[in-house]
């Protein structure tokens, strides 16, 4: 479990944070607050410590900001409801099982009790979708970053391309977020449907 941990906060966390410390040095060196120079001369192992440690904070900072974005966004979604609704069409034996209308938190308890490596799949889907939901930030900081460049900066064409391509990202990260998301949803339903006595547990009648 201490693994999937470790995967779970480099994907939710490190990665985006990366993308956001690498978009802050690139602005920081075209405005030439820092010399690039001066940044690659230091201590490889200074290098590698500040990077993942600012990454990961980073990562933590942007957190929130990064959910309010997944909710302002274009309400294409799916929700926990549609994960059970998708769910029972493909298992209608499960229809009147009470562990379906459980809370997921709750769920994915019962999986790592029942089995962990079924419970660290889970959680790497987890840490994908989240990784995808909060990149989209960094994406929407280095779209805006882009069409600035692209109205004072010299290279109009090179930023006007990059600027379509963040914006292809950026619908692509959240789209494809929200769809892992629901894929780690049914994923832990899938497996709850054959822990034995769960339904016991959350009681036999449907809410």
């Not at 909710?71 to 998708?86: M, Q, T």
Request: net charge neutral.
């Amino acid at each position: 479990m201490t693994l999937a941990v470790g995967f779970f906060d480099l994907f939710t966390y490190g990665i985006p944070g990366a993308l956001h410390l690498s978009l802050i040095i690139y602005v920081l060196a075209r405005l030439q607050i820092i010399d690039l120079t001066s940044l690659a001369s230091a201590p490889s192992a200074l290098q590698v410590v500040g990077v993942g440690v600012g990454s990961y904070l980073l990562g933590h900072l942007a957190y929130p900001l990064s959910a309010l974005l997944d909710k302002v966004a274009p309400r294409w979604n799916w929700s926990i409801e549609d994960a059970r609704l998708d769910f029972v069409a493909r298992v209608p034996e499960s229809r009147d099982r009470a562990f379906v209308r459980a809370d997921t938190s709750l769920l994915l308890a019962a999986v790592e009790l029942h089995n962990k490596e079924a419970a660290g799949e889970i959680t790497r889907l987890q840490g994908v979708a989240l990784m995808l939901r909060n990149s989209a930030l960094a994406v929407v900081f280095a779209l805006v970053v882009a069409v600035i460049e692209l109205i004072v900066g010299p290279d109009r064409v090179l930023a006007g391309s990059c600027a379509a391509l963040l914006l292809v990202s950026l619908t692509a990260a959240v789209g494809h977020g929200r769809r892992v998301r629901h894929w780690d949803r049914l994923k832990t339903l899938e497996i709850c449907f054959w822990i034995p006595d769960i339904d016991d547990r959350f009681g036999s009648n449907r809410r």
